[in-house]
């Protein structure tokens, strides 16, 4: 039993060499694996100090160095030897599979064989992948890594390359660079990077991707290709390359673009309908009727006439195809998805997270952020941490972490308020332009939004580049965030706040705000003396869809540019610099790729920031589609066929232009899931407010069903309906100064008011229909919310967060796993009886056979938690055993 990491370490090193792929991998003895690199520039010299104490406490813990200085760049190459991977595996609570056992195969049980015909029937086998690149996963057991154990676990699997450079990751963070016991922020590899101590710190790939016989070509041609798009991704394959953090995002951006199909059908046929049906509107058919136009009062107060209605038959039809019986049908089927698809996708996430072995994983597992136990560092408040027995520093949450948290939402909530009046004041600009006199002639209907755009661009542009580059990340670090999935998820809201007002308030001033409040010809309600902005001749909701499918596929064209060629021009750009010597100056030496360390030094840095841009674009994705894609049925087509494609290109660059990321653990997407919640609450109140005040459907359903309509139109259909919308207005009553031609004595505009015939104290007034109208709109927007919240809470309760079946293969697993271990302690007492019986061997003896410290000061301090280490910022690592 002493002999089994000996003999682990021996399966594990067992490598076959092929060629030149794999020595370029590998220390100079040909044996050991590089698994960490660290980049210095050697005209450096001011940071050698540093450098030497931060490689001497790295090989204090264990890890082993080799340096090669051939060239300008000089490489610090770190492997991780079992010895090291064993007790932190042990340390951070990683999940490894054990040994086969007998019961094993009788875990999970059998498909049912009607289910299984029925599912194989509606599978694409075209979608399948190849069995013989990607063997589908055994099922094996996972349980917590123990070095007293490790009999059980199977070393062939012990060390995934995941987890060694996630290990050697998490040393790299928490290791000092300066001997001065009381300094502060010094320690952790960010820290020297940020001072040029280091040039760069990453892991390796496994290989070159445009060779075959490595797992990075294997991913890239069979997932990071665009003509797999139809093919299911390898997720399995992706965990074990980038680790189970990336993988879930992939997971997740597959399932949710799989999930889009069922609204893009719907959508689809709502259009049909709407084009089928077009030559059936009343409405449309009588404003495109020459012999029946209507004379429309001026839209402006200057440089605007009177104009026919009849000029707005296009927009009217196309007002209708979005705009019928079907949107109401639409407009609940959509809301019904969005939670549909949250259920679904907790369930299909927790088969995943269970066979990775994360279904327990917690942020109480996981460990504290450095930055958090420097700060805390003199604290004499100290808290034991169960989950991952660990006595550490402790923030009270009045006394520190409240005032933290005050003072940065704070500052957020100022920074989207003045985005909010940045945006609130571009839109006085527009009024105001509109307003004047024209200064170009017939070209002021291209320069004032042209106008008004550019700098809504730039205003908007400064503020997200401070906003998300520095502010964010600042507030976030004034904030006692324990964790590193605290901090992100953090940082994510302060993020998405901004953004969501970002992209998402001009949308809402369209659908909510624009023509609501305007007033009527004698009397508008005006801004700093300025009339408010009316919307376009088809309607609101029309100009709604086009800016809708203007900032979609637009931004997704762009998304899709600029995330195909910036990587590469910066790649190449980083490459001629180094290869041709041109990064500092002319004199250094040329940057040559020979092997795997100096080829990925060209690449890309792959942050943190960067999955946040990835998760930000689809949840803006999908606010459009749920809270504004009633104006346009079309958005979850264009969005399925965006994701399609953006799903094998993020795969693409990530294989090609970027280092390898490093591994982290999560069972979850994180905040995202609860943002999502949320925009599907706000989805629901916004489809029916713009079904209610937008649409034509309330003022439709209140002309055909009120009695008094009926007796004077006697008609049960909407003939007439155009003419009872548009109000009368006497052009006489204009004020004396206005500018329009008075040869016209009336002229009607779209409100609900009474005509000039009407005594002077009652003309222009609200009618009494325009409060029926109105009441039946506020009816609408509380009987939908409650019909469709109570839907979607029957559909929430209905669907369970995890499949039955896997919940009982969960208690199945961990009954089997509970057997095995009494098994293994059974042999062990029994070993360890007869060994006192046949050799007579003292208890001091048996307790060095079996590597357990007798200090009962050690004891007591494992069973009450590990203090944190001052030096190393992690708790300080007695043997496992010690506790026995």
């Known amino acids: 039993?002493?002999?089994?990491?000996?003999?682990?370490?021996?399966?594990?090193?067992?490598?076959?060499?092929?060629?030149?792929?794999?020595?370029?991998?590998?220390?100079?003895?040909?044996?050991?694996?590089?698994?960490?690199?660290?980049?210095?520039?050697?005209?450096?010299?001011?940071?050698?100090?540093?450098?030497?104490?931060?490689?001497?406490?790295?090989?204090?813990?264990?890890?082993?160095?080799?340096?090669?200085?051939?060239?300008?760049?000089h490489f610090v190459k770190i492997h991780a030897p079992t010895e090291v991977l064993s007790r932190f595996s042990e340390f951070l609570k990683l999940k490894l599979p054990l040994k086969t056992v007998k019961e094993q195969d009788q875990i999970v049980e059998p498909e049912f064989k009607l289910l299984g015909s029925i599912r194989n029937f509606f599978t694409c086998k075209a979608a399948q992948l190849d069995e013989g690149l990607f063997p589908p996963p055994e099922h094996t057991l996972l349980y917590e890594y123990s070095r007293d154990k490790k009999d059980l676990f199977d070393c062939k699997n012990l060390h995934s390359s995941t987890n060694r450079i996630a290990i050697i990751h998490f040393i790299l963070e928490r290791q000092r660079f300066s001997n001065e016991e009381h300094g502060r922020h010094n320690y952790g590899i960010e820290k020297l990077l940020q001072e040029g101590v280091y040039n760069d710190a990453y892991a390796l790939h496994d290989g070159q991707f445009f060779k075959p016989g490595c797992e990075r070509n294997l991913l890239l041609t069979e997932w990071g290709s665009a003509n797999k798009w139809l093919k299911y991704q390898p997720l399995d394959n992706v965990k074990d390359y980038f680790g189970p953090k990336i993988a879930l995002y992939f997971a997740w951006l597959g399932f949710y673009t799989r999930m889009l199909i069922p609204p893009s059908i719907i959508g689809i046929i709502g259009v049909i309908y709407g084009w089928s049906t077009l030559s059936s509107d009343r409405i449309s058919n009588d404003i495109c009727d020459k012999n029946n136009s209507f004379l429309m009062c001026p839209q402006c107060d200057k440089d605007c006439d009177f104009w026919f209605l009849n000029k707005t038959c296009t927009s009217s039809k196309f007002n209708y195809v979005i705009d019928n019986n079907y949107t109401v049908f639409y407009a609940l089927f959509m809301s019904i998805w969005a939670v549909l698809y949250l259920e679904m996708w907790k369930r299909y996430s927790a088969k995943l997270i269970h066979r990775w072995g994360l279904t327990d994983f917690s942020s109480e597992v996981e460990h504290a952020r450095p930055q958090y136990l420097e700060r805390l560092k003199n604290s004499q408040c100290k808290r034991y941490n169960a989950d991952a027995n660990v006595l550490e520093p402790h923030a009270p949450f009045w006394r520190i972490k409240f005032p933290s948290y005050f003072l940065s939402y704070s500052i957020v909530l100022l920074f989207i308020s003045l985005a909010i009046i940045t945006f609130c004041s571009l839109i006085v600009y527009r009024m105001a332009q509109r307003a004047t006199s024209?200064?170009?002639?017939?070209?002021?209907?291209?320069?004032?939004?042209?106008?008004?755009?550019?700098?809504?661009?730039?205003?908007?542009?400064?503020?997200?580049?401070?906003?998300?580059?520095y502010l964010a990340a600042f507030l976030t670090n004034l904030e006692y965030r324990r964790t590193e999935t605290e901090y992100q998820e953090s940082l994510t809201i302060k993020n998405y706040l901004f953004q969501f007002f970002n992209y998402y308030s001009s949308l809402f001033y369209i659908a909510f705000l624009k023509g609501k409040f305007v007033g009527y010809p004698k009397k508008y309600n005006k801004i700093?003396?300025?009339?408010?902005?009316?919307?376009?001749?088809?309607?609101?909701?029309?100009?709604?869809?086009?800016?809708?499918?203007?900032?979609?596929?637009?931004?997704?064209?762009?998304?899709?540019?600029?995330?195909?060629?910036?990587?590469?021009?910066?790649?190449?750009?980083?490459?001629?610099?180094?290869?041709?010597?041109?990064?500092?100056?002319?004199?250094?030496e040329k940057l040559l790729p020979h092997n795997q360390w100096t080829e990925d030094y060209h690449l890309l840095p792959w942050t943190n920031n960067s999955l946040f841009l990835e998760y930000l674009e689809m949840v803006l994705q999908f606010g459009f589609i749920t809270i504004f894609g009633l104006a346009f049925p079309l958005a979850p087509l264009f969005a399925l066929m965006n994701n399609a494609f953006e799903l094998r290109m993020d795969a693409m660059k990530l294989l090609k232009f970027y280092k390898r990321p490093n591994p982290q653990r999560t069972n979850n997407i994180g905040v995202w899931f609860s943002i999502m919640s949320v925009v599907t609450k706000i989805a629901v109140a916004s489809t029916a407010f713009i079904i209610a005040f937008s649409s034509n459907l309330?003022?439709?359903?209140?002309?055909?069903?009120?009695?008094?309509?009926?007796?004077?139109?006697?008609?049960?259909?909407?003939?007439?309906?155009?003419?009872?919308?548009?109000?009368?207005?006497?052009?006489?009553?204009?004020?004396?100064?206005?500018?329009?031609?008075?040869?016209?004595?009336?002229?009607?505009?779209?409100?609900?008011?009474?005509?000039?015939?009407?005594?002077?104290?009652?003309?222009?007034?609200?009618?009494?229909?325009?409060?029926?109208?109105?009441?039946?709109?506020?009816?609408?927007?509380?009987?939908?919310?409650?019909?469709?919240?109570?839907?979607?809470?029957?559909?929430?309760?209905?669907?369970?967060?995890?499949?039955?079946k896997l919940n009982d293969e969960i208690?199945?697993?961990?009954?089997?796993?509970?057997?095995?271990?009494?098994?293994?302690?059974?042999?062990?007492?029994?070993?360890?009886?007869?060994?006192?019986?046949?050799?007579?061997?003292?208890?001091?003896?048996?307790?060095?056979?079996?590597?357990?410290?007798?200090?009962?000061?050690?004891?007591?301090?494992?069973?009450?938690?590990?203090?944190?280490?001052?030096?190393?910022?992690?708790?300080?690592?007695?043997?496992?055993?010690?506790?026995?």
């Open 1 to 73: 039993m002493g002999n089994t990491i000996g003999n682990c370490f021996n399966i594990i090193s067992e490598r076959t060499i092929n060629g030149d792929i794999e020595l370029r991998q590998l220390f100079k003895d040909g044996q050991r694996t590089v698994d960490y690199v660290l980049a210095y520039d050697k005209s450096k010299t001011q940071n050698n100090d540093k450098r030497a104490i931060f490689e001497e406490n790295l090989m204090k813990e264990g890890l082993e160095l080799e340096k090669e200085e051939t060239q300008k760049v």
């Open 438 to 469: 024209s200064f170009l002639s017939n070209q002021k209907f291209l320069l004032h939004p042209v106008t008004a755009g550019v700098l809504d661009l730039l205003v908007i542009t400064c503020l997200d580049y401070i906003y998300t580059n």
């Open 528 to 588: 700093f003396g300025v009339r408010q902005e009316e919307c376009n001749p088809g309607g609101c909701l029309m100009e709604l869809s086009i800016q809708l499918a203007i900032i979609m596929i637009g931004k997704q064209i762009v998304n899709e540019v600029l995330e195909l060629s910036l990587p590469y021009f910066k790649k190449t750009i980083s490459r001629i610099k180094n290869t041709m010597g041109l990064s500092r100056s002319a004199e250094e």
């Open 698 to 804: 309330i003022p439709k359903l209140v002309y055909m069903t009120d009695k008094y309509i009926k007796a004077t139109t006697n008609t049960t259909d909407l003939n007439g309906y155009l003419n009872w919308t548009l109000a009368r207005f006497n052009t006489s009553d204009y004020p004396e100064d206005s500018s329009f031609s008075l040869n016209v004595t009336t002229c009607r505009y779209a409100e609900f008011r009474n005509p000039p015939e009407f005594p002077e104290n009652e003309r222009y007034k609200r009618p009494l229909i325009y409060w029926k109208i109105l009441a039946a709109r506020l009816a609408f927007l509380v009987i939908f919310q409650n019909i469709v919240g109570m839907i979607q809470t029957i559909v929430a309760w209905a669907i369970p967060d995890t499949p039955l």
């Open 811 to 884: 208690k199945r697993e961990k009954l089997l796993i509970h057997e095995t271990l009494m098994e293994e302690e059974k042999k062990k007492i029994v070993e360890l009886a007869s060994k006192c019986a046949a050799n007579g061997s003292t208890q001091h003896e048996i307790i060095n056979e079996y590597n357990v410290h007798p200090d009962g000061e050690i004891v007591r301090r494992r069973v009450y938690g590990r203090p944190v280490d001052e030096d190393t910022l992690y708790p300080l690592q007695e043997d496992r055993t010690s506790a026995v």
